[in-house]
């Protein structure tokens, strides 16, 4: 957490109520996040209008004076951006980072501070967009592409989806619910994986962020949308904590009695599944 629909929900609030805000100043509770923030980032944004925001995977990319100045932000595991109007007081106690303007204040919030903030010209972009592959809501997005990178891996299909390398913006949450809603054993290696089935999964996953997005993302602990207010997709979920329950789909064919959802700890991550009609690639749990 935050994954992609987190993402995605904070820059459509960003790009919503901040278009056009003019930085005055920034003020730095914390400088040592995961990365140092820059110390003369009050004196670089100070007088820079935001000109767009932009998504790739977990990153944000906030554009000042038409990318002369990009302030990238990823969130890590507790992270989330909170604006409220420039008068109000601070809201949260891990405040590290507020951006303000004549009307509202942007402020960063991170408990556990492995999220970063960082600026970077235009030109830098491209060194951060290289080292994260397309996420799957982009038009850049190849499923041809990344069949042929799973063709060459060993490692488990759940594991090969957290990679960020191979596919961005998905992290634990999405990657069990995509799983079980294409049918495929989060115990498959990624070789095993046929075309078809390729593009079976490919859609789950994008089904799966589209509505989560239009939930607001999942507020299971830290995260809040921008204004505040907590996403709701956690309580669609079909599998992600949901250990012990009956499985959602094996109810629908009155198999409930069977089949409840597992959970079993991959590459140290809880993933969870229905060992019945997740079947397409299954292999012997280890």
């Known amino acids: 957490m935050p994954e992609l629909p987190e993402v995605e929900t904070i820059r459509r609030g960003i790009e919503s109520q901040l278009h056009g805000m003019c930085v005055t100043r920034v003020t730095v509770g914390r400088h040592s996040l995961r990365k140092e923030i820059p110390p003369d980032i009050s004196q670089r944004l100070g007088g820079r209008h935001l000109t767009h925001v932009s998504r790739r995977g977990k ?15 990823h969130f890590g595991m507790s992270g989330s951006l909170h604006i409220r109007t420039h008068h109000a007081s601070p809201s949260h106690p891990h405040e590290h980072i507020v951006f303000h303007s004549t009307s509202y204040d942007m402020a960063y919030h991170d408990p556990r501070r492995f999220g970063f903030v960082d600026i970077i010209t235009g030109n830098d972009k491209a060194r951060y967009l290289a080292s994260i592959a397309p996420d799957p809501l982009e038009p850049a997005f190849s499923i041809d592409q990344f069949y042929q990178k799973l063709r060459k891996r060993t490692a488990l299909i759940k594991n090969s989806l957290l990679n960020q390398k191979l596919i961005s913006g998905l992290g634990n949450i999405y990657a069990c619910e995509a799983l079980y809603h294409s049918k495929i054993s989060p115990f498959s290696p990624s070789c095993a994986l046929r075309y078809e089935h390729c593009l079976t999964l490919v859609e789950s996953i994008r089904t799966t962020l589209k509505r989560a997005i239009a939930c607001g993302g999942s507020s299971l602990k830290d995260y809040k949308k921008t204004d505040g207010r907590m996403g709701y997709f ?19 064919h009155h198999t409930a009695g069977k089949a409840h959802i597992h959970n079993v700890r991959l590459g140290g991550r809880s993933t969870f599944f229905c060992p019945l009609c997740q079947h397409i690639c299954q292999q012997t749990m280890t």
Do not use: H, N, W
């Open 234 to 252: 956690q309580y669609q979920f079909s599998v992600y904590g949901q250990e012990k329950r009956p499985c959602p789909r094996c109810a629908r």
């Open 59 to 73: 990153y944000l990319f906030l554009s000042f004076d038409d990318d002369t100045l990009i302030l990238v932000m």
